[in-house]
């Protein structure tokens, strides 16, 4: 027989399964260990007036842990980039992407769904051991036109970590995807991120609730 259990007891059990992070990889974006957005490689704060009944947040908000419904860098168009620079530089392995869930969320259509990731190329070094694993040939996959930058590119030189989609369907509403193998395997360290957000899921505008680095 089970022994009765009291409803306090029962409450809090399930407010600390609530509160637990099933990613388990430390964030090396979270502005409360010194992730901080770059506002000249990042998409504009303030463009048309977007109708919503959401608070209209800094990009900011997607470095920190509230996902309360609304707590999301609302962005007035369906193509945007954000950069991230990290507090200390960094082999990435992979980034999450956090967001309500469907079943919640007021406007499903506005979750990004194909992004990239780009790394800044800062060091010559770096770049010239990026530019040997991209003039590699594949054996096996039929030449494809990579991008070679962020729409937002300053002029400085990337490195694209990662492509990927974010799938509002999926079991749980937080996703990790893993960056590119080559780029993993190779010495290239990285100071600062760019999540370029290709479009979303038919909305209006791009919520984006937060933004995960981690390595």
């Known amino acids: 027989d089970c022994e009765p259990t009291s409803l306090p007891a029962l409450v809090e059990r399930a407010a600390r399964a609530a509160s637990q992070d099933l990613v388990g990889l430390p964030d090396h974006a979270l502005f409360a260990h010194g992730g901080r957005i770059v506002d000249e490689l990042t998409s504009a704060r303030h463009g048309k007036k977007i109708p919503t009944t959401y ?55 506005q979750a990004p769904r194909h992004m990239r990731l780009w790394g800044l190329l800062e060091d010559p070094r770096n770049r010239e051991s990026y ?13 494809v036109e990579i991008p ?51 479009d979303n899921w038919g909305g209006d505008a791009i919520c984006l609730y937060r933004l995960r680095i981690h390595g």
């Not at 945007?80 to 919640?104: E, G, K, M």
């Not at 999926?170 to 010495?187: G, H, K, M, V, Y």
Request: aromatic fraction near 8%; hydrophobic fraction near 40%; include cysteine.
């Open 148 to 198: 070679t930058a962020p729409p937002i590119s300053r002029g400085h030189e990337y490195a694209l970590l990662a492509e990927f989609e974010y799938d509002i369907y999926a079991p749980t509403p937080i996703q990790t995807f893993q960056t590119d193998p080559r780029i993993l395997s190779s010495p290239i360290y990285f100071g600062l991120i760019v999540l370029e957000i290709i």
């Open 131 to 143: 530019r040997s694993i991209v003039d590699t040939p594949s054996r096996t996959a039929a030449p």
């Open 55 to 109: 608070t209209l947040h800094p990009p900011e908000i997607v470095l920190n842990e509230d996902m309360r419904i609304g707590s999301c860098w609302l962005v007035p168009q369906t193509h945007a980039q954000i950069a991230v620079v990290i507090p200390r530089f960094l082999y990435p392995t992979n980034i999450t992407i956090d967001h309500v869930s469907r079943a919640i969320s007021l406007d499903p259509g």
